[in-house]
């Protein structure tokens, strides 16, 4: 029973711990009194739980508990007249836990978390707090586990987060979902927030629990603003992308966990049912006609799943997907994407040609897939010298252990012995 109990709480806490911190910030307004008081909330599940039972809507118990405790919190700190009206708030909700039945209904505020996701990204906020805030207050990771994701120590992301909620606190950005106006430039601040949390798990070399965890949280809340915005194709776009990259996570490493190349994977450990959910929902984006960069990437990622062998893969198709994505959203890493594809349809001498119009441009000259992609290039041509330099070059801006250690056997493989 205790097990049941522990597992059950542990379910809301992945499930719930937003939305009972959006339901606590908008009736206070206090980012850091919300955490505090859902911690309390969960602490109390685990004591009362075992003894009353699971209630029959664990999110709504825990909101309630979350937010009595608040308003006993106010209330104790009440000395002050500002206290007092603070508290005067939160006057019609019970002291106490009510009944199942008094309950709120657990879609009664549906759009909460999507406030606390448009509030976390507010363009006020740079980008590596918007992307640590959201992790912190819709997923309940803690400090320990955002910064390891990020690869930060703890104390750095700890004073990452207390400058965003003083931010928040006293620039007075409203806890909201902006204006309609507002809401097509502030909804690609989301997406893009939202992607980066996927790719912070699903980089190589993040491979751990807590990396996995951040990846089906953003998975989640992909899939929650895509069903709070029906009518935005590039939501659903991004969905769909997500789902496709994330049903290759198991063949993507071997059992040493070194790093597999695309089209040297076992596909038949590739999830089909998450591949055939996320072509479902990508054509469903596409069928809006008003296509977008997250609609167009997750296509590429669709020829990949679609194919039943590398041999297979459709790499001109693969070609014209990039050439349009770089018409829509340019830069030299999907050029360098682009160049990949046309080394894969059109031969390798078609692809080093862009590669290394891109190399002299300079803007990657820190990014090791450049000259990764440039050894492949040239080991393919047989030019091995060149290869090797390139290897080495890669080799020594890689980011990750992982990858520098698939680029050590790549080196290895084209050395003479």
């Not at 909201?176 to 939202?194: D, F």
């Not at 960069?293 to 194919?307: G, I, K, L, N, T």
């Not at 040609?353 to 897939?369: C, F, K, Q, R, T």
Request: with cysteine; aromatic share 4%.
């Amino acid at each position: 029973m205790r097990d049941a109990v522990k597992e059950a709480v542990a379910t809301a806490w992945s499930q719930e711990w937003g939305r009972v911190v959006a339901a606590v910030i908008r009736q206070t307004g206090d980012w850091s009194l919300a955490e505090e008081c859902a911690q309390d909330a969960f602490e109390r599940a685990l004591e009362r739980w075992p003894r009353d039972g699971v209630p029959r809507r664990p999110g709504a118990w825990l909101t309630t508990t979350a937010r009595n405790r608040a308003l006993d919190r106010l209330r104790r700190a009440a000395n002050e007249s500002v206290k007092l009206r603070e508290a005067a708030r939160l006057a019609p909700e019970p002291v106490r836990p009510a009944p199942p039945d008094e309950l709120p209904p657990d879609d009664a505020v549906p759009d909460d978390r999507l406030r606390l996701i448009f509030t976390c990204c507010h363009p006020a906020l740079p980008l590596p707090a918007q992307v640590a805030l959201t992790l912190r207050t819709l997923t309940g990771l803690s400090t320990a586990e955002i910064a390891r994701a990020f690869l930060v120590p703890e104390g750095t992301m700890a004073q990452r987060l207390t400058r965003a909620k003083n931010k928040i606190k006293n620039a007075g950005i409203p806890f909201r979902v902006p204006p309609p106006e507002l809401l097509p430039e502030r909804t690609a601040a989301v997406l893009a927030v939202l992607y980066l949390l996927f790719n912070a798990g699903y980089a190589p070399g993040a491979e751990g629990p807590d990396q996995r965890r951040v990846t089906a949280e953003a998975i989640r809340l992909a899939r929650l603003l895509a069903a709070l915005l029906p009518g935005e194709p590039e939501a659903a776009g991004l969905l769909a992308l997500m789902l496709l990259h994330d049903a290759r996570y198991a063949a993507r490493t071997d059992a040493a966990g070194d790093l597999v190349p695309l089209d040297e994977q076992d596909r038949s450990r590739w999830d089909r049912r998450q591949i055939a959910e996320g072509t479902a929902v990508l054509e469903a984006a596409l069928a809006e006609r008003r296509p977008g960069p997250y609609q167009v990437q997750a296509a590429v990622a669709a020829c990949h799943a679609e194919a039943v062998d590398a041999a297979a893969t459709d790499w001109a198709q693969i070609a014209l997907l990039y050439g349009e994505l770089a018409r829509m959203a340019p830069g030299p890493v999907v050029e360098l994407n682009r160049a990949v594809a046309v080394a894969m349809a059109e031969g390798p001498e078609a692809g080093l040609a862009l590669v290394d119009a891109i190399a002299s441009g300079g803007e990657l000259a820190s990014y090791h897939l450049l000259p990764a992609t440039r050894a492949d290039l040239l080991r393919r041509l047989g030019r091995r010298r060149e290869a090797e330099s390139a290897y080495r070059e890669a080799l020594a801006l890689a980011p990750t252990a992982t990858e520098r250690r698939y680029l050590a056997c790549r080196l290895a493989s084209i050395t003479p012995g």
